[in-house]
């Protein structure tokens, strides 16, 4: 019961996992691609320093490295602005002027002070002392008080003087004290002690600073200086030591070490934002183009998880090569390519390839470089991919790749130097060769992986089925010979039709060999197989049928025993569609009575209808090679009647209505069947008036007209009828 309960369950996950394959490959590719593209992966950064403490061992620089120390670009730009001097005001006249006018208040009124005789000499030297802004000393002032007139007079004469000469003089704060010394020792050498004391002391107290600081203009004075400071860039060689065991770490050296990936750190939830929006986009177009032109083809959600795979693996390559100046000319994108473009098509090759190159470009940061190279390399390996279904092809893919590669290489190299020298460029140029072999032999290693752990078809797995000492063919030999040697015709009429309209011929051919594999549980049934006796003329028509019908489901239980690729499961199961085994029904009307009551769904094989052109192709030439052989047509208009008559009723019956096959490509593959046909047939030139006789004498082998509707399959038994 429990195990029940739990294959139930199962089968519940996988249906909803199936309908809703494209909504979960979108949010588990965005949220993988940004964990990879955002984290250092573990084991990345393994150095943790702090700053001002010695270094434990000796650190050397993984990779060469150049540029731009925003430390150091700090550092000259400080530099630069402290060296502009401070701006200053312009000289203020004004200035000297009021100190000199004050100079004159201050003297007229020590002057009324000497004249007022009433006052005693203490009170006059209180008023001396009251004087704002100047400092007198009573020692002063009693020689003021005690002048003449002429000699107080001379005294005056001498600071007025002073002041006007030093006050027309640039006086800045930090001058100002050498500029009181200085008025301190010009008092007039024709002056006395006394009136050199009282200079001394009064003359500095009236010079003043007269011109200022600017700050804004200071500012911007220093701020053009840094401006004016280019981005110092810093260079690093490959193994160059960075640090020696036991030095202090300064911040140059840890600013180095951040730029080679080497120290850890804290996330940068900006930097993972950003990943996370280059991701989407990197998902959301694929998820648009899968939708639009990939999902019919495509509609088993196997398909969306090896994409996912792929995109994933190659994100995570992509992060660790693109770390390293060199490493990054190692990165098989073109193996990428090659496989998306036989497992999908070209055109899905290139989108996720553009993207794919646009994204490494992004994140090494931003090098267009990166991008270029690698777009061309593997839009190049997709373009000149011919013949797949060939290993050669793909080293001559893997070449075609190194060719473009080189070719982005030497553009850039010519545009980024002025005096070309070919040995800066004959390691990339070598490395990108390299990288082309590698990625013919990754794709063929991809091909082996998909199709043994996924069920992918592939070019390995389509060539190892193509054996004709494969297990199941030499069991199909054994126990039915005659549909053995049916399915190599089938499949030699099928391939040279696929070829015709670029189909993979390939997937054809193969699956064209074991489209019959059924009838081998039954093999006496088939008419290839017999030997003059019919087991079906002792049984009636619905167990003939149900016999008949039954090879198909016979043929997928095989199939999945031998574990066969789907897409070569999925032609076994549709290379009938839902067509009527005619001649079984006509029998069932005939014994009827011929009213029309015979349930035609008891004759019609369950499909479904073929849902690629590789499986309409197989449908086609398996009718064809089959009605061919009864009929055995010998003239031109014979075969292309046959031929042009099983085609349109396909068409009428909508067998073909969902297998990707346009007009002109059917046309193409009538011409090829009628081709193939009249070379194995020996078509001979036919004399006037027997062409109409042998067409007109040609047994009947059309199928019926198609019913107005489709019933179901096939679901209940039909009835017996005695055998005698």
């Not at 990166?370 to 092809?393: E, N, P």
């Not at 199909?476 to 993979?504: C, D, F, K, W």
């Not at 769904?601 to 089959?626: K, N, Q, T």
Request: glycine content about 6%.
């Amino acid at each position: 019961m429990n195990r029940i309960l739990l294959n139930g369950w199962a089968e519940r996950a996988r249906l909803w996992a199936r309908r809703h394959a494209l909504p979960i490959f979108v949010i588990s590719l965005t949220v993988g691609m940004t964990a990879i593209l955002s984290f250092d992966l573990p084991g990345s950064s393994q150095i943790n320093l702090t700053v001002g403490q010695p270094a434990p061992n000796d650190i050397f620089s993984p990779r060469s490295i150049t540029y731009s120390s925003d430390l150091l670009t700090r550092q000259a730009r400080d530099q630069a602005s402290r060296a502009v001097p401070e701006v200053y005001s312009s000289l203020d006249l004004s200035l000297g002027r009021g100190q000199l006018t004050k100079a004159r208040d201050v003297f007229a009124f020590i002057d009324t002070v000497r004249a007022d005789s009433s006052a005693s000499v203490e009170r006059r030297l209180e008023y001396l002392r009251a004087i704002e802004g100047i400092s007198i000393s009573d020692e002063v002032g009693r020689t003021i008080l005690e002048m003449g007139q002429a000699e107080f007079q001379s005294v005056a004469d001498n600071i007025f003087s002073i002041i006007e000469e030093l006050m027309r003089q640039e006086i800045r704060p930090a001058q100002l004290n050498d500029f009181q010394r200085t008025a301190r020792r010009l008092a007039g050498l024709d002056l006395t002690a006394a009136q050199t004391a009282v200079v001394t002391e009064l003359a500095y107290q009236f010079i003043v600073s007269n011109i200022f600081p600017d700050e804004e203009a200071t500012a911007a004075a220093r701020n053009a200086a840094a401006v004016a400071i280019q981005p110092v860039p810093r260079t690093v060689a490959r193994d160059q030591r960075i640090i020696r065991a036991g030095e202090i770490v300064t911040e140059i050296d840890n600013e180095l070490l951040g730029e080679l990936g080497l120290l850890q750190r804290r996330t940068n939830w900006w930097h993972a934002l950003s990943m996370a929006l280059a991701s989407t986009f990197f998902v959301g177009l694929i998820a648009i183009y899968w939708v639009r032109f990939q999902r019919a083809q495509f509609p088993n959600g196997r398909y969306l998880g090896v994409l996912g795979g792929l995109i994933l693996l190659f994100v995570l390559a992509g992060k660790i090569l693109a770390a390293d100046d060199m490493l990054v000319y190692w990165f098989p994108i073109a193996a990428l390519s090659l496989v998306l473009a036989v497992v999908y098509d070209m055109r899905f090759a290139i989108l996720v390839t553009v993207l794919m190159a646009a994204l490494i470009g992004f994140i090494r940061p931003n090098s267009l470089e990166v991008a270029v190279f690698l777009a061309a390399g593997g839009i190049l390996s997709i373009l000149t991919l011919k013949d797949s279904q060939r290993m050669t092809a793909f080293f001559r893919a893997g070449i075609w790749a190194a060719i473009g590669y080189i070719a982005a290489i030497v553009a850039f190299w010519l545009l980024s130097t002025v005096d070309p020298d070919p040995l800066d460029i004959a390691l990339p140029a070598l490395y990108a060769v390299g990288n082309g072999m590698i990625s013919s032999a990754l794709t063929l290693v991809g091909f082996y992986i998909l199709g043994s752990l996924f069920g992918i078809v592939t070019i390995l797995q389509l060539q190892d089925l193509s054996r004709l000492d494969h297990p199941l063919l030499r069991e199909l030999l054994r126990r039915a010979p005659g549909t053995y040697h049916h399915s190599i015709m089938v499949a030699n009429l099928a391939e040279q039709a696929a070829e015709r309209i670029g189909a993979n011929s390939t997937l054809v051919r193969v699956s064209a060999f074991y489209h019959d594999v059924g009838k081998m549980v039954r093999p006496p049934f088939f008419v290839e197989n017999q030997e003059g006796i019919d087991p079906h003329a002792t049984l009636d028509p619905y167990t003939s049928a149900r016999i008949v019908i039954s090879h198909v489901a016979d043929g997928m239980t095989l199939a999945r025993q031998f574990h066969l690729p789907f897409r070569v499961q999925a032609i076994i199961a549709e290379h009938h569609g839902t067509r009527v085994v005619r001649s079984f029904y006509r029998k069932a009307e005939e014994a009827a009575g011929g009213q029309g009551l015979t349930d035609v769904a008891l004759f019609r094989y369950p499909g479904p209808r073929p849902g690629s052109r590789e499986s309409a192709i197989v449908m086609l030439a398996d009718a064809i090679d089959a009605t061919s052989t009864a009929v055995r047509p010998n003239t031109e208009k014979a075969i292309e009647k046959l031929v042009s008559t099983i085609v349109e009723d396909d068409i009428l019956e909508g067998q073909l209505n969902h297998s990707g096959l346009s007009l002109g490509d059917i046309e193409q593959l009538r011409a090829s069947f009628i081709e193939t046909l009249k070379g194995r047939f020996h078509v001979r030139v036919q004399y006037p008036g027997n062409e109409l006789l042998l067409v007109e004498n040609m047994p009947e082998f059309a199928l019926p007209a198609p019913a107005a509707s489709l019933p179901e399959p096939l679901t209940r038994a039909p009835q017996t009828v005695s055998s005698s």
